[in-house]
C-alpha cells in the first residue's frame, strides 16, 4: 500500500480525544462576524496635542494638578471566516490606536469610559443621546495594565521597581460586541479590521501594547456565530475557506480605493 493510500486511509479514522482539559478556564467568548456590523463617519475630531512634546506637557499638567492620569482603551473582537479581529483606529495613515481615551479627573471608571467610547465611535446623533446609549456598551474583564513611570513616551507592563509614583495607568479592557451594532468614526480616523495573525509578534508595526493583543486573548476559548446566530465553529475551530488569507480591512473612513478593496459600499459597511 503506497504511503498516500496509507495517510488518507488514517485521516478517515476519528480523532482519539483526550481527557477534558477546561480547568479554571473563563467563559466562553462568542464572537459575531464582521458582516453583521455596520460602519460609517462623523466630523472631524482633531487631536488635542500638535506633537508629542506638546501631549506629555499636558500630561505634566495633568499630573500636577490631578494626580496620576486614567486611561482606558477597549478590546473589540469579531470575526471573519472564524479567524479573531480586533478594531482599531488609525491616524495619519501611520499611528494606531484602541478605542477609548483619558478620563476626566471627575469621571468614575466605567461611566466615564463608556463615554470615551461613545466619542469615539457612536452614530451621530447618539453618543451624546443619555443614559440608553451610554449603557450599550458591555465592558467585561481589565486585560491588561500599562504604567507610564515618567513623562515620557515608554509605558511598561509593570511599575518599575524605583517608580513609587507613575504619571498614567492605561487599562485595557475587554469589550464584548453585541450580535448587531452600527459603529461611526471620526473622519480624520479610519477603522480597521486587524487580524490577530497580523498583530502577533508585529511590534515592528504596531507597538508592544497592540502587538500583546493575541497574548491576553489566549486565555480564552471563542465560539464564532454566523450571520443567523447559529455557532458554526469553536476553539480550535475549522479551516477557513480554501485561499483565504486574515488580513487588515478598511472599515471606515479611508479612502475610495482602500473601501473597494476592503469589500466595502460606501454608506453601508461591511456587505
Excluded at 479514522?13 to 460609517?40: A, C
Excluded at 494626580?67 to 488609525?90: A, D, F, K, S, Y
Excluded at 458591555?138 to 509593570?158: G, K, S
Aim: charged share 25%; net charge negative.
Amino acid at each position: 500500500m503506497s504511503t498516500i493510500t496509507a495517510t488518507a486511509l488514517q485521516t478517515s479514522y476519528p480523532p482519539v480525544l483526550p481527557k477534558s482539559f477546561n480547568g479554571n478556564q473563563p467563559k466562553t467568548i462568542r464572537l459575531f462576524p464582521l458582516s453583521n456590523y455596520t460602519f460609517g463617519t462623523k466630523e472631524t475630531q482633531p487631536e488635542e496635542d500638535p506633537s508629542v512634546l506638546a501631549r506629555l506637557q499636558r500630561l505634566q499638567e495633568h499630573y500636577e494638578a490631578h494626580g496620576m492620569r486614567r486611561t482606558c482603551e477597549g478590546i473589540l473582537v469579531c470575526h471573519e471566516h472564524n479567524h479573531p479581529h480586533i478594531l482599531m483606529l488609525q491616524i495619519a495613515n501611520a499611528f494606531f490606536k484602541l478605542p477609548g481615551d483619558y478620563l476626566k479627573p471627575v469621571d468614575d471608571e466605567i461611566s466615564g469610559f463608556k463615554e470615551r467610547l461613545n466619542e469615539r465611535l457612536a452614530p451621530v446623533g447618539t453618543q451624546f443621546s443619555g443614559e440608553a446609549a451610554n449603557d450599550d456598551w458591555e465592558i467585561a474583564d481589565t486585560l491588561a495594565q500599562w504604567w507610564r513611570p515618567n513623562f515620557e513616551t515608554f509605558m511598561y507592563p509593570f511599575i518599575p521597581a524605583h517608580v513609587s509614583r507613575p504619571k498614567e495607568c492605561k487599562k485595557l479592557y475587554f469589550i464584548q460586541l453585541p450580535r448587531q451594532k452600527v459603529l461611526s468614526v471620526p473622519k480624520n480616523m479610519k477603522l480597521l479590521a486587524v487580524p490577530l495573525f497580523e498583530l502577533y509578534d508585529n511590534t515592528a508595526r504596531y507597538g508592544p501594547q497592540l502587538s500583546a493583543i493575541p497574548h491576553l486573548l489566549s486565555r480564552y476559548n471563542f465560539e464564532f456565530v454566523d450571520e443567523k446566530g447559529e455557532v458554526v465553529a469553536e476553539t480550535p475551530g475549522r479551516e477557513p475557506p480554501e485561499g483565504y488569507v486574515p488580513k487588515t480591512r478598511v472599515l471606515a473612513g479611508g479612502t475610495d480605493e482602500e473601501m473597494k478593496e476592503s469589500g466595502i459600499e460606501e454608506g453601508n459597511g461591511i456587505q
